[in-house]
């Protein structure tokens, strides 16, 4: 029943009385129907907070553009880069597997380097970018400091830039581009890696208020993108931080309104990235598998491995077809860099069927072999990558 229908029933009725006699009774229904409809949205609303994962506003994803089109995409996506190295000449990105990195990272390079005067030949180490990962790391860090769980990111794109130096070049000249003189590896200058990761500073607009110890005081934080995760850059004097419908809240001894330091981790938009795709670490949330992470304890079955391996979009492109104990493949997982592994452990062979390839399948094997570890700590697992189909 709704207000309609009560309507079109007192249009329908002729007599006077019987007319004022329903509209009465009318009055009563009307209400019924209001707060069943409001009822209504608040369950509605309070479903969706309850099956909502709150870890979906901790994924990190990774792009690359150039430097100059961060602007298009910074509502969502941010610039890890803080400036070159210094005594490098360029910063490039290389577009190959994660093992040919390894090999350009451990020898020395012949490349062609194109400045404003031709093109020079050098002879160049290229190194890592450590300043990227370094962001990782603290990162890493406040997140454990503020109590949020930490999953192993998946930002391929970092790995494939490298600092090139050579002494016998001068580093005041304008570098154009940077090639391999074996011409096997595209790489690119200009370039630079996005996360969406952003640092700002907040101030409590809010008088601060005693915490429940009457110690400390409360501060409340208006967040400016209420759906976004935040961290808060742990102090001496923070204690506490945790989230209220009023916003974040941080407990403090700072007895007067202050500006904190957080990181703002933007959930997905629906944006366009310029150059690579995007990379994350989501896990699609389905019910089956918000059953299994409630679980008290997880089987170790080929169907349980194979669930957690679909549940990545990292996965896309690969199909688990093979998993065998007591055997080792040739990749690893990303060797605790990101979370501690025990050792001394079984060895489990995870074998996966490349659908699509891309330069960066080895890095989604290794990034689904560490996951599977995180599940069983008692596996020391490893990949292995099938091309064709047999």
């Known amino acids: 029943m709704d207000e309609s229908f009560i309507y ?11 007319c004022s006699l329903y509209r009465d009774i009318s009055k009563a229904f009307e209400e019924v129907v209001r707060y069943n409809e409001k009822a209504l949205d608040d369950l509605k609303q309070n479903l969706e907070k309850e099956l909502r994962d709150i870890s979906e506003r901790f994924y990190l994803y990774g792009a690359v553009a150039a430097a100059e089109d961060v602007s298009i995409v910074n509502d969502f996506l941010f610039s890890m880069d803080d400036g070159q190295a210094e005594g490098s000449i360029a910063t490039i990105f290389c577009q190959c597997t994660k093992s040919r990195m390894k090999e350009i ?14 093109e020079v030949p050098i002879t160049a180490r290229i190194r890592p970018c450590r300043r990227y990962q370094k962001k990782i790391d603290e990162l890493q860090n406040l997140f454990y400091e503020n109590g949020v769980y ?6 391929p794109y970092v790995d494939r830039f490298g600092d090139v130096f050579c002494e016998n070049f001068d580093s005041s000249v304008t570098v154009r581009s940077v090639r391999f003189k074996s011409g096997d590896v595209f790489t690119g200058v200009g370039l630079i890696p996005l996360w ?5 500073s907040l101030k409590c607009t809010v008088f601060p208020v005693p915490a429940i110890d009457e110690w400390n005081f409360r501060h409340t934080i208006r967040l400016p993108f209420w759906q976004d995760g935040y961290v808060v850059r742990m102090e001496q004097a923070v204690k506490n931080v945790y989230m209220s419908q009023d916003g974040l809240e941080i407990v403090s001894e700072e007895r007067m309104q202050r500006t904190f330091d957080l990181y703002r981790i933007a959930v997905h938009r629906d944006v366009k990235v310029p150059h690579y795709p995007l990379t994350s670490n989501i896990r699609r949330m389905r019910h089956i598998d918000r059953q299994a992470d409630n679980a ?4 170790m079955t080929r169907a349980e491995i194979g669930r957690i391996v679909t549940s990545y979009e990292a996965a ?16 690893g ?7 501690f592994s025990s050792k001394g452990r079984e060895h489990l062979l995870l074998k996966f069927r490349v659908r699509k390839d891309s330069f960066l399948v080895e890095d989604q094997a290794a990034f689904l072999v560490e996951e599977v570890g995180s599940f069983y700590p008692q596996f020391l697992v490893t990949g292995e990558l099938l091309y064709g189909e047999n």
């Not at 079109?8 to 019987?18: N, T």
């Not at 990272?105 to 031709?118: A, C, K, R």
């Open 8 to 18: 079109e029933r007192l249009k329908a009725l002729s007599g006077g009385s019987e």
């Open 105 to 118: 990272f451990e020898n020395s390079q012949e490349l062609i380097v194109e400045t404003d005067e031709g």
């Open 150 to 155: 930490w999953r192993t990111p998946y930002l």
């Open 196 to 200: 969406n990761v952003e640092p700002i």
């Open 296 to 299: 008290v304890s997880r089987l």
């Open 316 to 331: 896309a492109g690969l199909e688990l077809v093979g998993i065998e104990e007591g055997a080792q493949g040739t990749i």
């Open 333 to 339: 997982g990303l060797c605790g860099r990101y979370q």
